[in-house]
T-cell receptor, first 117, second 112 residues
Framework: GAVVSQHPSWVICKSGTSVKIECRSL??????MFWYRQFPKQSLMLMAT?????????EQGVEKDKFLINHASLTLSTLTVTSAHPEDSSFYIC?????????????FGPGTRLTVT | KQEVTQIPAALSVPEGENLVLNCSFT??????LQWFRQDPGKGLTSLLL?????REQTSGRLNASLDKSSGRSTLYIAASQPGDSATYLC???????????FGKGITLSVRP
């Protein structure tokens, strides 16, 4: 099946610093990748949709200058949390779109736990 | 706006029991519905995907049904095992290029 990886799996950073999270599709090309955020015992909330080679589309309420998304290739998307604050601490999950005839599935990465101190 | 509800939030059953997890959605005009499993601190594993034209999908001990008109889907787990303990999320896609709308999930605990 389609495999999506994320790196790092967890990261601790100091308030005010920036941190980059990578999302890779390992055995397929992903024209579209999605970034989600999940708080404890809460559902996944879509932050943005990125298409290879174009600007990401952010969901309402998500600060695009704070959460920088780059989808430079068909196998890599990055999320950079700039000037991180403790309230940015969360579980970030990426997902890649797999298009096949008559179906449409998303495969998810293992997630990245961000803790801002 | 599509809303997805999963009740109860948590469920505990003894090993071997057959169980049903429920998912309801407010807008019946969906493209497909997907069930995921999430282990603590991990990402999502896709279990079953049901297209809007389908009524059910099966994979091993799992069976998912879809009733669009009533806005409901169920995930049936046969002969539950401790290894089935996880959070099960239901997600609905309204259109081919629409985003997935997730429920909050049901945390299942299967007691040995």
């Amino acid at each position: 099946g389609a495999v999506v990886s994320q790196h790092p799996s967890w990261v601790i950073c100091k308030s005010g610093t920036s941190v980059k999270i990578e999302c890779r599709s390992l055995d397929f090309q992903a024209t579209t990748m999605f970034w989600y955020r999940q708080f404890p015992k809460q559902s996944l909330m879509l932050m943005a949709t990125s298409n290879e080679g174009s600007k990401a589309t952010y969901e309402q309420g998500v600060e695009k200058d704070k959460f920088l998304i780059n989808h430079a290739s068909l196998t890599l998307s990055t999320l950079t949390v700039t000037s991180a604050h403790p309230e940015d601490s969360s579980f970030y999950i990426c997902s890649a779109k797999v298009a096949s005839p008559g179906a449409y599935e998303q495969y998810f990465g293992p997630g990245t736990r961000l803790t801002v101190t | 706006k599509q809303e997805v509800t999963q009740i109860p939030a948590a469920l505990s059953v003894p090993e071997g029991e057959n169980l049903v997890l429920n998912c309801s959605f407010t807008d019946s005009a969906i493209y497909n519905l997907q069930w995921f499993r999430q282990d603590p601190g991990k990402g999502l594993t896709s279990l079953l995907l049901i297209q809007s034209s389908q009524r059910e999908q099966t994979s091993g001990r799992l069976n998912a049904s879809l009733d669009k008109s009533s806005g409901r889907s169920t995930l049936y787990i046969a002969a539950s095992q401790p290894g089935d303990s996880a959070t099960y999320l239901c997600a609905v896609r309204s259109g081919a290029n629409s985003k997935l709308t997730f429920g909050k999930g049901i945390t299942l605990s299967v007691r040995p």
